[in-house]
């Protein structure tokens, strides 16, 4: 794990953006999650060869990197949840708020697990 925790209440740091640190991690915050974190890690190294590229391995560890930044914050992690649970609420204005929550903690994750 990289870095300290700095929202005062996270489960634990923020783990370094290498596929062995990020499955650390999501052995503690998700592990229901390591047999899709696996299965999209081989996807994404097939398509490198295949397109000769490191963006798919890249966009891999980006993507996962901010699934365990909401999952490892409990404010992110309680949004998200609220958010998903109103996606379908019969209110299309219910449901609009809650698309914008859901990106806005998509958002906030991505920003900070890209600084």
């Known amino acids: 794990m990289s870095t300290q925790a700095d929202h005062g209440n ?3 740091p923020r783990p370094e ?3 062995d ?3 650390a991690a999501l052995v503690v915050v998700a592990p ?3 047999t899709e974190m696996q299965r999209s890690k081989d996807e994404a190294f097939a398509k490198a060869v295949e397109w000769e590229s490191l963006s ?4 891999w560890v980006l993507a996962w990197a901010r699934d365990i930044e909401i999952a490892r914050r409990p404010d992110l992690s ?3 949840a609220h958010a998903k649970s109103k996606l379908e609420d019969e209110d299309p204005a219910v449901a609009q708020e809650a698309l914008r929550e859901l990106n806005d903690v998509l958002s906030e994750a991505m920003k900070a697990v890209r600084t």
């Open 10 to 12: 996270e489960l634990i």
């Open 17 to 19: 953006q290498t596929p």
């Open 21 to 23: 640190a990020l499955r």
């Open 32 to 34: 229901g999650r390591l």
């Open 56 to 59: 798919p391995v890249r966009s």
């Open 78 to 80: 309680a949004r998200q």
